[in-house]
């Protein structure tokens, strides 16, 4: 019997992108700045940077007006929303009353050694990251942190609220990190937080989350030449 050759490998499968990890990657590239403001967003780009259907692309632009990401202009199509001051301005408050009842159920729901890991991201390697000019190591530990508060606080209506209010803030946090002073500020400002929620204070750490919240507001009103 003539030996048979082996069989050639196959090649590795393509993962398929659903629409959810397109509106995951233009989430996370408009928060960083990769995608502009004002940068139009037109289905059939979308469809081939991401080889997906157009029906797809469609669906993502769609979740992403939703989300308040983009507008829809006549003759135009999809844009990428502007930021300016009166909007995060609002946004900040109404961010300030859901951190804070986030803060709150999520120091309910947990124990003091629940936050020693996090505890200890907020020490020396928080300000480690600022004195090395790691702007996105330093928004990286508040994001892991604001995480496990949301994960922590096990309410899915205030999560959902959240990440849309995140979406629409993220754009600004980076410049906000930025002004003088404000990340010291917050370095202090995020201890105290942590402090309150391992020593189980829930109205505590709800008072020093809403007043981090309105320090990062009051910054940006005191620097909107900067930011905006």
């Known amino acids: 019997m003539p030996a048979t050759s082996p069989s050639k490998p196959s090649a590795p499968a393509v993962k398929k992108l659903s629409t959810a990890d397109v509106v995951s ?26 080889n997906i259907p157009r029906a797809k692309a469609r669906e993502a632009l769609a ?3 939703d989300r ?13 929303v502007s930021i300016d001051m009166a ?3 609002q946004l900040y408050l109404v961010r300030e009353a859901l951190d804070g009842l986030a803060v709150r159920l999520a120091t309910e729901n947990t124990q003091a050694d629940d936050w020693r890991d996090i505890e200890a991201l907020f020490g020396e390697p ?3 990251s600022l004195r ?14 604001r995480g496990r508060v949301k994960e922590a606080a096990d309410n899915p209506a205030l999560s959902d609220m959240i ?66």
């Open 126 to 128: 928080f300000e480690a």
């Open 25 to 50: 990657d233009l989430r996370h590239r408009i928060a960083s700045h990769n995608l502009l403001p004002g940068t139009h967003m037109p289905e059939e780009d979308i469809a081939l940077t991401y």
């Open 163 to 228: 990440d849309r209010l995140h979406d629409r803030t993220a754009m600004t946090i980076r410049r906000v990190a930025l002004l003088p002073g404000r990340a010291e500020e917050g370095i202090r400002q995020y201890r105290a937080v942590i402090a309150a929620m391992r020593q189980g204070d829930a109205e505590q750490a709800e008072a020093r989350i809403r007043e981090l919240n309105r320090s990062a507001r009051d910054y940006i009103k005191k620097y909107k030449d900067y930011v905006f």
């Open 63 to 65: 979740t992403l007006e």
């Open 132 to 145: 090395n000019g790691d702007i996105d190591g330093h928004i990286a530990t508040i994001e892991t942190f």
């Open 87 to 89: 909007s995060t301005y």
């Open 68 to 80: 308040g990401l983009i507008v829809r202009i006549p003759n135009k199509g999809a844009v990428i």
